[in-house]
């Protein structure tokens, strides 16, 4: 996996285009910065206040975008220090963003919006269960911040 810091996580501005039968909302072109090649694409739902975590893919890039509700990720690469090193980033509809997150960072993510959200995931390669490292919630203290 190499060395990784939480710098190498970048935020791109998506466009939204205003249509009056229903909006167009860009995700990712194979020539913006942060496409690392197409192994598919898939959705998750997160609850309200439901929080999905903790895990690092070992050699997956992630793009995260979420078109529908508003969705917290915290990011860490060393999860034993994630109280003083850790950054978190919310993104969807208020704040319409991809986030692309490099192989080796641990991460979770906290749905913000009742009742519940969408984050798409365009990845690098085929989901393998053999590349992904988890944890539960409770093996990195993260102390998540409940809805307001």
């Not at 009742?114 to 269960?129: A, E, K, M």
């Not at 490292?133 to 307001?148: A, F, S």
Request: aromatic fraction near 10%; glycine fraction near 8%; charged fraction near 20%.
């Amino acid at each position: 996996m190499g060395t990784v810091s939480l710098n190498d996580i970048k935020i791109t501005s998506l466009q939204k285009f205003p249509i009056a039968e229903g909006h167009v909302l860009h995700a990712m072109k194979k020539n913006d910065s942060g496409y690392s090649g197409f192994g598919e694409a898939y959705f998750s739902w997160v609850n309200a206040g439901a929080i999905k975590g903790w895990k690092r893919h070992k050699t997956m890039t992630m793009n995260l975008v979420v078109p529908y509700g508003m969705v917290r990720f915290v990011f860490c690469v060393n999860e034993n220090k994630i109280m003083e090193e850790n950054r978190v980033i919310e993104i969807g509809t208020d704040n319409y963003a991809r986030i692309t997150v490099p192989q080796g960072v641990w991460f979770g993510f906290q749905g913000l919006s009742s009742p519940n959200s969408l984050v798409l995931n365009i990845s690098n390669i085929i989901h393998d269960q053999n590349e992904v490292d988890r944890k539960t919630l409770r093996e990195i203290p993260y102390k998540w911040e409940p809805l307001k």
